[in-house]
């Protein structure tokens, strides 16, 4: 294959690069990207395609309109959630686990059911621009393997759990200690027997998912530790997600100890473990975290339904993070939408930080204290504040599509492969065109907008209708015509 036009992609945190003209082959045997060379205009492109002998590929040429990114990666998606994705926002966490998320999880027993949703689900995800996800499947072995199936038959790279729940269940969704590390085994084992080859580009991944603390016991954290390591398979979990989550935990372990000082006793936490939420992290559960080389998976929308909070991703910016969309804790299961909910999280942390600033400056005039520098034992907020005065919280949409592309293969410890365009790495990519028919963007010519400005629409207003191809591993996943 062989592309012509505009690409787009963060190789940095917060820094956007545009490469315009820019002749880009892949190879189809190895799906990696062969050739990149920008600044290539079309006066001189038959010329440069005779020079670097790429005439035996199909060429494809991008119109001004178009351009292509990599694909996004979910890092944080219950994928027999799907089922009531858009329902079930009404009730805190501990409620609506027992009200919605079991109920639906349970279902999938029933192999049949799962053979019927999942099609359905990595469908969805592709046409949204998901090249890569990390799954949580259900505690069912046979449900998780044709959650597998799917997503290889579909080209999906995908990073499946079956999880794992061995206490403070219904009866009915709970499994024996012994059952959970066996079948965790044996899914990881099948998962391998699949005949994939690392240097073709891994598309199945297996990996250790203790649902969260509440449901799993010291025993079950240890044993899952252990596979991780014997297996050298990457760890998936929640960690102080909400509060309730939290009392629970300190319910359970004393109120003295941590999430993240559990799972770090327990070797789970590791440079392949990805924590989901992480809101309620303390300084020194985040110095931990970073020490481990553990990541954290932000999930804008379901915090702002259940976890009672902001992750504040700047102020921790030291650890790994990348983005998740939680189908069914966050109702939307496009990347799209997490990327807007994490600016506008970001925002209205700030507006907090504001009158935060303002009540802590006035109670240190009132006492004739100066508070500017005494963080030791400050709220949260006052912190927060801190953060606001070095201008370190509002985040904008060009982090929002780092942590959704480059961010999250670096959680996934898969930067080397995908998440940014270079010579080398596979070919994982969304065709997008503002302009397409039926398209929710708005184009003036008038206006004279810039390439940036394309892509900024894209991130604000553009949906599922703007993503015309996608690729994975240089194979053309998702084509449709508009």
Not at 254 to 261: N, R
Request: with cysteine; charged share 15%; net charge negative.
């Amino acid at each position: 294959m062989l592309f012509h036009g505009t690409f787009v992609h963060t190789p940095k945190r917060g820094e956007l690069v545009i490469l315009t003209d820019t002749l880009l082959a892949v190879d189809e045997t190895t799906g990696r990207i062969a050739t990149l060379l920008p600044g290539i205009p079309r006066t001189q492109l038959e010329a440069t395609i005779q020079t670097t002998q790429l005439q035996q590929h199909t060429l494809t040429l991008l119109s001004p309109t178009q351009f292509i990114l990599p694909g996004f990666i979910d890092t944080h998606i219950h994928a027999p959630q799907i089922t009531y994705a858009g329902t079930g926002t009404d009730v805190p966490l501990m409620v609506w686990l027992n009200l919605y998320a079991f109920p639906a999880e349970k279902k999938f027993k029933d192999v049949e059911w799962a053979r019927y949703v999942y099609p359905k689900l990595v469908d969805r995800l592709l046409r949204n621009g998901t090249t890569t996800a990390l799954y949580f499947g259900s505690l069912h072995l046979e449900a998780n393997k044709v959650l597998a199936n799917t997503t290889l038959n579909a080209g999906q790279r995908a990073f499946i759990g079956k999880v794992c729940i061995d206490q403070n269940s219904p009866d009915d969704y709970i499994e024996s200690t012994e059952n959970a590390v066996r079948d965790t085994e044996a899914f990881i084992q099948y998962c391998l027997s699949l005949g994939q080859r690392k240097e073709e580009g891994l598309l199945l991944t297996p990996v250790v998912t203790p649902r969260f603390l509440p449901t799993c016991s010291i025993p079950l954290l240890e044993q899952l530790g252990q596979l991780a390591k014997r297996y050298d398979v990457p760890i998936q979990s929640h960690i102080s997600e909400s509060l309730d989550e939290v009392a629970f935990v300190q319910q359970l372990y004393g109120s003295e100890i941590s999430d993240t000082e559990i799972f770090d006793k327990t070797g789970l936490l590791t440079p392949r473990t990805v924590m989901a939420h992480g809101v309620h992290l303390n300084y020194q559960d985040t110095q931990t975290l970073a020490q481990r080389g553990t990541a954290v998976a932000v999930c804008p929308l379901s915090n702002a339904y259940f976890a009672n909070g902001v992750f504040p991703s700047t102020r921790f910016s030291y650890i790994k993070q990348g983005l998740g969309t939680d189908i069914g804790g966050g109702y939307a299961p496009s990347m799209l939408s997490s990327i807007r909910h994490l600016i506008t999280a970001s925002r209205y942390l700030a507006s907090t930080a504001a009158a935060a600033a303002a009540a802590l400056h006035g109670a240190g005039a009132d006492a004739g204290v100066d508070n500017s520098n005494n963080h030791a034992g400050v709220t949260a907020a006052a912190a927060a504040a801190a953060d606001l005065e070095k201008g370190d919280i509002i985040m904008d949409w060009r982090t929002g599509l780092y942590m959704a592309t480059r961010g999250g293969a670096e959680c996934l410890q898969i930067q080397d492969q995908v998440g940014s365009f270079q010579v080398g790495m596979s070919f994982d990519a969304i065709l997008v065109d503002v302009a397409v028919s039926g398209t929710p963007i708005d184009l003036f010519p008038g206006n004279d907008d810039r390439l940036e400005d394309y892509v900024e629409k894209f991130i604000n207003l553009g949906d599922d209708r703007n993503i015309t191809n996608v690729w994975v591993n240089g194979q053309n996943v998702l084509s449709l015509s508009r």
